[in-house]
């Protein structure tokens, strides 16, 4: 699963629209979904800073591949 910027204002506008609509999920429910496990309060956190970044980049980011980047550096400092 990708994330990435609106690619218009229309697009954005649709996507405003669906989450009023309920139709938006949030970062916890994409990433527990990915991962068959609810992630912790750092891992949402973690993610949605990315997935910001990206955004302020103009990058696509798969989701999969931050939440498991996260992970490891999360179990290399336990």
């Given at each position: 699963?990708?994330?990435?910027?609106?690619?218009?204002?229309?697009?954005?506008?649709?996507?405003?629209?669906?989450?009023a609509l309920?139709?938006?999920?949030?970062?916890?429910?994409?990433?527990?979904?990915?991962?068959?496990?609810?992630?912790?309060?750092?891992?949402?956190?973690?993610?949605?800073?990315?997935?910001?970044?990206?955004q302020e980049?103009?990058?696509?980011?798969?989701?999969?591949?931050?939440?498991?980047?996260?992970?490891?550096?999360?179990?290399?400092?336990?």
């Amino acid at each position: 699963m990708t994330a990435r910027a609106p690619k218009d204002d229309e697009e954005h506008w649709k996507a405003l629209l669906a989450v009023a609509l309920g139709r938006g999920r949030s970062i916890a429910d994409v990433i527990e979904h990915l991962t068959g496990e609810a992630p912790s309060d750092e891992t949402v956190d973690a993610v949605r800073n990315r997935l910001q970044f990206a955004q302020e980049n103009g990058e696509t980011v798969e989701i999969l591949d931050v939440v498991r980047a996260v992970t490891a550096m999360q179990d290399a400092w336990s």
